[in-house]
């Protein structure tokens, strides 16, 4: 069993070339025809308004998904700071499985913990107050409840207010505060966590457990996976992606699983 996983991706129809090379990715994994399962660990779109919103970029990504689950590859999603809006009429649509933040996830001889990694950046607590309003139910199901036109605006105004108030914090706020993911380990008895959010691919060994952070794609596309007791991390250039597919993938990170 192989096991991949990305986060990050943003897609949106501003990146066109990221939509082709997230096609192409499913397309050679579908190819390889391997025991594999796919998870989603959050951010795979710049925003999203409700499954109710249907644009023509967004059919080859579905498609995409769709044909990537129905070839009998797992597909799992979970959700990000940017997507918590997906819920069952998307997940049908691709045929994916919805996880819940801070997911463990059973191998052979250990577990991993996966989550998008956002609920660890404590110091930044103006995102904190934000987090927690906009994943309340009641909150979303107001939102949900307004016209296209709306959420269409409100989204646009959201990501604004996001990139002004990055634009004013420090690296070090943005980032995970360690003790918070330490604690989290400790409590499910787990020493490997996965996430994304942090746009800042390492795999960091902190004291008795590994934290491994997934590549955001930007300019880079990054694939991560875990095959026996190793995980792996790759990236490409997106030119070099299109051009060469998986092939073109060169290692990053390698970590044996603890």
């Known amino acids: 069993m192989i096991r991949y996983f990305i986060s990050d991706l943003h897609l949106s129809d501003k990146r066109p070339d990221l939509i082709r090379a ?18 989603i660990l959050g951010d795979f779109y710049e925003a999203w308004i409700g499954d109710d919103f249907q644009a023509d970029w967004n059919t080859q990504v579905e498609n995409a998904l769709a044909t990537l689950s129905q070839s009998g590859i797992a597909l799992y999603f979970l959700h990000g700071n940017r997507d918590f809006l997906i819920g069952s009429a998307w997940l ?10 801070q997911t463990l996830l059973p191998l052979n001889n250990t577990s991993v913990l996966l989550t998008h990694g956002d609920e660890y950046c404590l110091e930044d607590t103006e995102y904190q107050a934000f987090r927690k309003t906009v994943r309340s139910t009641a909150w979303q199901e107001q939102i949900l409840s307004l016209p296209l036109e709306q959420r269409l605006a409100l989204a646009a ?5 996001s990139k002004s108030m990055a634009a004013e914090k420090s690296i070090s706020i943005m980032d995970v505060t360690e003790s918070a993911v330490g604690d989290s380990l400790n409590l499910l008895h787990c020493k ?20 491994c952070v997934l590549g955001d794609w930007d300019e880079f596309i990054w694939l991560a996976r875990i095959e026996g007791d190793i995980y792996t991390q790759r990236k490409a250039s997106v030119t070099e992606f299109i051009q060469n597919g998986l092939n073109g993938l060169k ?4 970590e044996r699983l603890l």
């Not at 649509?93 to 996880?99: F, H, P, Q, Y």
């Not at 105004?157 to 207010?161: A, G, I, K, V």
Request: glycine share 4%; aromatic share 6%.
């Open 251 to 254: 290692e990053a990170h390698r």
């Open 192 to 211: 490997t966590v996965i996430h994304g959010h942090t746009h800042r691919p390492e795999v960091h060994k902190v004291h008795d457990y590994l934290r």
């Open 157 to 161: 105004q959201l990501r604004n207010d």
């Open 22 to 39: 997230f096609a192409q990715m499913t397309e050679e994994l579908i190819q390889r025809h391997e025991e594999t399962e796919l998870y």
């Open 92 to 101: 049908d649509r691709v045929g994916a499985t919805l996880i819940h933040e």
